[in-house]
C-alpha cells in the first residue's frame, strides 16, 4: 500500500526528505478541496542538489550491464501493476481523475515502461565505411548524461514516465520536476517505483517547486544535457528560448487545437462515439482533445443531434463514482478561463446547443453548434469539457479549416471509404492523425508528437531512444596513415 506521507516530500538523492524553501504547497483535492498533502517546497539550492546528484549516480547507472538494467526496468514494471488500486484512488484524489480515465493512464505507463524495458539491449553501435585505408569508423549510442522533465498536471503519471522512463532506461540521470498540483501522481509515487525496483540511489530526483521562487534555475543548471518539456506551448517557447542559449536540447510536447472532421458518408453513430470519446475524456485536459468537430453541411444537424442526446446523458460528478465520465477541472482558475471562452464565443453568435451547469470546479459539458472559424472557441485551446461544432460545405472546406490553427498535434476523420480518410489524413498539417477512431491515442512503439505550435521532436519507441542517448563516433586507425602535410 502506498503510503502517502512519504510521497508528499521531495525525493532528492535517494532520500526522502523536505524542501528548503520556506514555502509549504497544499495539495487539495479538486472535487471537494480536502487536504491530499503538505509538501515543503524546493529551493535553488535542492535542484542543485538534485542535478548533482543525478549526475554522480549516472555515472555508475551508464556502466550497469544492459541486461542487469532491463531487469531493473522489467522490475519497476512489475512492482508498478502491484499498486494499481492505490493509484487510481490517488488519481482522484490528487487531479480529479474518473475511474474510466485512471485506469486508461495506468495502462499507457504499464506500456511506457514495457518499451523501455527493451532500450538498454538497444542501444547498439554501427562500424562505418571509412574513405582513408585501415581506417574503422565506430559509431556508439550513449546515454546524453543527465535529463531535466517536467511534466504537467493533467496525465501527470503518463507524461512523467513517457519520459522518465526511456531516460532512465537509455542509461540518463534525472531530475523531474512535476507540477506541483500533480506532486504526488506525476512525480513521488514514479520515485517510489524506481526506488523499489533497485536504481542506484540519486539517479532519480523529484523536486516539488514553485516556478516563481526557483524562476529558470531548473532550466539554465550547467548539468542537464537535455530538458524535456510537456504543457502549454507558451511556457513551451520559453523554454526553447532559455535551453537554446545554453545549448541544451529539448523535446517539447505541446498545446493543441484538433479537429475531428465528420464526412458525409460517416456513420454517425461512430462519429458521435469517436467525438465523445476525443473531447470528454478527463473533463477535456489532454492536449490530444478534439476541440473542434468539423461536419459537412449534409450531415451536420443530424450529427449534432445525435451528439448533443449523448453529451446530455454524460454522469458528470464525484470521479470517485466509478460511473463519472465528467469530474472536476484541476481548480477555479481553470473554471473561470474556460467559462470566459464560452460566453465570449456565444457573444460572437455562437449557440449553446447543450449547456451543463457548474458546481464548485465541476464544469457540466457544453456543446457550442454553429462555430466560426474567428470564435474564441475555435480558435484556443480549450482545456475542459467544451467542444465547438462546426458547419462547412465540403471536404476540402473541412481540411482547409483544420488547417486553420496555430496548432498540430493530432486529428481525426470519419467516413466509410477508407481511401478518402487517407487522403484527408495527409493533408491535415498534424503529427498525427486517426482515420475511423478519435484523437486520442498513444502507442508505445509509435512517433508521438505534433507539428507547428505543438512541439519539437518525438517520444515513444524508437525515437524515444533517440530522444535521450547521443552519437559519438570512434575512429580507430590499424596502419600507418599518410598525412597530406
Known amino acids: 500500500m502506498l503510503d502517502r506521507r512519504q510521497l508528499a516530500h521531495q525525493y532528492i538523492a535517494g532520500e526522502w526528505r523536505d524542501g528548503r524553501s520556506s514555502r509549504v504547497y497544499q495539495n487539495l483535492n479538486p472535487f471537494d478541496g480536502s487536504l491530499v498533502a503538505e509538501i515543503r517546497l524546493a529551493s535553488i539550492e535542492d535542484i542543485d542538489e538534485a542535478y548533482r546528484a543525478a549526475a554522480e549516480a549516472q555515472t555508475v547507472w551508464a556502466q550497469v550491464n544492459p541486461f542487469e538494467r532491463q531487469a531493473v526496468m522489467e522490475k519497476a514494471l512489475r512492482i508498478w501493476e502491484g499498486y494499481r488500486d492505490d493509484i487510481i484512488q490517488l488519481v482522484a484524489d490528487e487531479i480529479g481523475g474518473t475511474y474510466i480515465k485512471a485506469a486508461i493512464e495506468f495502462e499507457l505507463v504499464k506500456n511506457f515502461l514495457r518499451e523501455a524495458a527493451t532500450y538498454p539491449l538497444r542501444m547498439e553501435g554501427r562500424l562505418l565505411p571509412a574513405t582513408i585505408p585501415g581506417k574503422e569508423n565506430r559509431l556508439l549510442r550513449l546515454p546524453a548524461g543527465v535529463v531535466g522533465i517536467l511534466s504537467p498536471f493533467n496525465f501527470p503519471m503518463c507524461l512523467s514516465m513517457r519520459a522518465l522512463a526511456p531516460a532512465v532506461a537509455c542509461g540518463n540521470g534525472v531530475v523531474l520536476k ?10 513521488t509515487l514514479l520515485a517510489k517505483v524506481f526506488e523499489e525496483a533497485g536504481v542506484p540511489r540519486g539517479l532519480v530526483n523529484i523536486v516539488v517547486a514553485d516556478v516563481q521562487e526557483i524562476g529558470d534555475a531548473f532550466l539554465e543548471h550547467p548539468i542537464p544535457r537535455i530538458i524535456s518539456f510537456t504543457g502549454s506551448t507558451a511556457v513551451g ?3 526553447a528560448e532559455v535551453a537554446g542559449r545554453h545549448l541544451k536540447r529539448v523535446t517539447l510536447e505541446l498545446g493543441g487545437n484538433s479537429a475531428l472532421i ?3 458518408d ?3 453513430d461512430l462519429a458521435v462515439d469517436a467525438a465523445v470519446f476525443s473531447r470528454f475524456t478527463h473533463q477535456g ?3 490530444m482533445c478534439a476541440n473542434r468537430v468539423i461536419a459537412v453541411k449534409d450531415v451536420y444537424d443530424a450529427f449534432l443531434e445525435k451528439f448533443v442526446d449523448r453529451v446530455s446523458k454524460l454522469k458528470v460528478g464525484d470521479p470517485r463514482d466509478p460511473q463519472t465520465v465528467i469530474g472536476p477541472l484541476i481548480n477555479r482558475r481553470q473554471v473561470d478561463r474556460l467559462i470566459q471562452v464560452v460566453e465570449a464565443s456565444i457573444e460572437q453568435g455562437a449557440r449553446a446547443a447543450y449547456r451543463g451547469p457548474v458546481d464548485g470546479n465541476v464544469v457540466g459539458p457544453v456543446v457550442l453548434a454553429d462555430v466560426r472559424e474567428d470564435m474564441a472557441c475555435a480558435r484556443d485551446e480549450m482545456f475542459g469539457p ?3 461544432v462546426m458547419k462547412v460545405e ?5 481540411v482547409r479549416v483544420a488547417n486553420n490553427s496555430d496548432y498540430g498535434l493530432t486529428g481525426a476523420v470519419i467516413t466509410r471509404d477508407v481511401e478518402r480518410g487517407l487522403r ?3 493533408r491535415v498539417e498534424t503529427g498525427m492523425f486517426h482515420v475511423n477512431d478519435g484523437t486520442v491515442n498513444d502507442e508505445p512503439l509509435v512517433a508521438f508528437g505534433g507539428e507547428k505550435a505543438s512541439g519539437v521532436g518525438r517520444y515513444n519507441g524508437e525515437w524515444g531512444l533517440e530522444e535521450f542517448t547521443t552519437l559519438k563516433w570512434i575512429s580507430i586507425q590499424r596502419e600507418r596513415r599518410q598525412y597530406p602535410i
Do not use: S, Y
Not at 512535476?178 to 512525480?187: S, V, Y
Open 394 to 398: 465540403d471536404e476540402d472546406e473541412a
Open 424 to 426: 484527408v489524413a495527409m
Open 262 to 264: 465528420v464526412l458525409e
Open 386 to 388: 467544451v467542444v465547438a
Open 178 to 187: 512535476p507540477h506541483e498540483e500533480a506532486a504526488l501522481t506525476g512525480g
Open 266 to 268: 460517416a456513420d454517425l
Open 285 to 287: 485536459q489532454i492536449c
Open 237 to 239: 517557447r520559453h523554454i
